[in-house]
Nanobody, 117 residues
């Protein structure tokens, strides 16, 4: 089992910035992918950004150039820096840990990000 604890999020005005973090604990496989997903009301959960244990990154087109994902492997923590936020970024953001060898996913509890004036 892997436990994920998210922090960050909140209310921000359009054009503002927020940072999210997610710490993993438990049975941490060295081969993993950590990422952030989001789900807005009435919409499906979608990938925002992901980063492998080898620090290869992937971003949704909608956030490229505005969001940056990073990780600290020593702390088993992934970060998401969100800049130039838009109202359409409003959603619950979920952290995901993917164990590559066991092909299983673990999810955080979610944190609300609201972009509104």
């Amino acid at each position: 089992q892997v436990q994920l604890v998210e922090s960050g999020g909140g209310l921000v005005q359009p054009g503002g910035s927020l940072g999210l973090s997610c710490g993993a604990s438990g049975r941490i496989s060295r081969l993993n992918v950590m990422g952030w997903y989001r789900q807005a009301p009435g919409k499906q959960r979608e990938l925002v950004a992901s980063i492998t244990s080898g620090t290869r990154t992937n971003y949704a087109d909608s956030v490229k150039g505005r969001f940056t994902i990073s990780r600290d492997n020593a702390k088993n923590t992934v970060y998401l820096q969100m800049n130039s936020l838009k109202p359409e970024d409003t959603a619950v953001y979920y952290c995901r840990f993917h164990d590559v060898l066991r092909a299983v996913n673990f999810w955080g509890q979610g944190t609300q990000v609201t972009v509104s004036s």
